[in-house]
């Protein structure tokens, strides 16, 4: 079957470094997606990465490693407003999205 | 005014009763999706659209139909609402294979008792 694992909530401190994994177990690999979602709000995109290799996007950046079937995406200088979910998703061999539950993030001041 | 539009954004209806949730999109995408959200669980795929002929079944499709008006609207309909088919439920739109940022409307809540 096919699988994304993330955990289901972290916690960080205002200011500081957050990272969130993502695994996965797919029938192929056609790129991996992370996206945003604020409670009661829809998803927005945040990154996608096709080849192995970091992705930097301002604060926040993404990795990729196919052999491992990993991802995560980094969160530096975190705000406040990062308070949200954030969703890892990977196209299967057939370009179907497999959506992750989601990590729910939590902020402190 | 947002580029997916879903109505209704809040619906509380009864066991048995029919319900639409209509989409409309301003992108211009010929891609057009409807998923379900519950919590703990990631988005499932309902049914899904890659032009005006184009119907597709998702990973969810029991109980539920769509159908394709237009290149801009999308319809989902629950013919007999049940239950556990209470979520939260998007529509999203992508402008094809090699680019898969799926855009999404704000959501519908649905409350079936």
């Known amino acids: 079957g096919q699988n994304i694992d993330q955990p289901t909530e972290m916690t960080a401190t205002e200011g500081a470094i957050v990272q969130i994994n993502c695994t996965y177990q797919?029938?192929?690999?056609?790129?991996l997606f992370w996206y945003q979602q604020h409670a009661g709000e829809a998803p927005t995109f945040l990154s996608y990465n096709v080849l192995d290799g970091l992705e930097e996007k301002g604060r926040f950046s993404s990795f990729l490693s196919r052999s491992k079937g990993y991802s995560y995406l980094l969160l530096k200088e975190l705000q406040m407003k990062d308070s949200a979910s954030y969703l890892c998703?990977?196209?299967?061999?057939?370009?179907?999205?497999?959506w992750g539950a989601g990590t729910k993030l939590i902020i402190k001041p | 005014d947002a580029d997916v539009t879903q109505t209704p954004r809040n619906r509380i209806t009864k066991t048995g009763k029919r319900i639409m949730l209509e989409c409309s999109q301003t992108k211009g995408h010929d891609r057009m999706y409807w998923y379900r959200q519950d919590p703990g669980l990631g988005l499932r795929l309902i049914y899904y659209?890659?032009?005006?002929?184009?119907?597709n079944k998702g990973e969810i499709s029991d109980g539920y139909s769509v159908s394709r008006q237009a290149q801009a609207k999308f319809s989902l309909s629950l013919e007999s609402a049940i239950p556990n088919q209470t979520a939260l439920y998007f529509c999203a739109t992508s402008a094809g294979s090699d680019t898969g940022e799926l855009f999404f409307g704000e959501g519908s809540r649905l409350t079936v008792l």
């Open positions: 797919t029938s192929g690999f056609n790129g």
């Open positions: 998703a990977v196209w299967d061999s057939n370009y179907q999205l497999i």
């Open positions: 659209s890659f032009d005006v002929k184009d119907i």
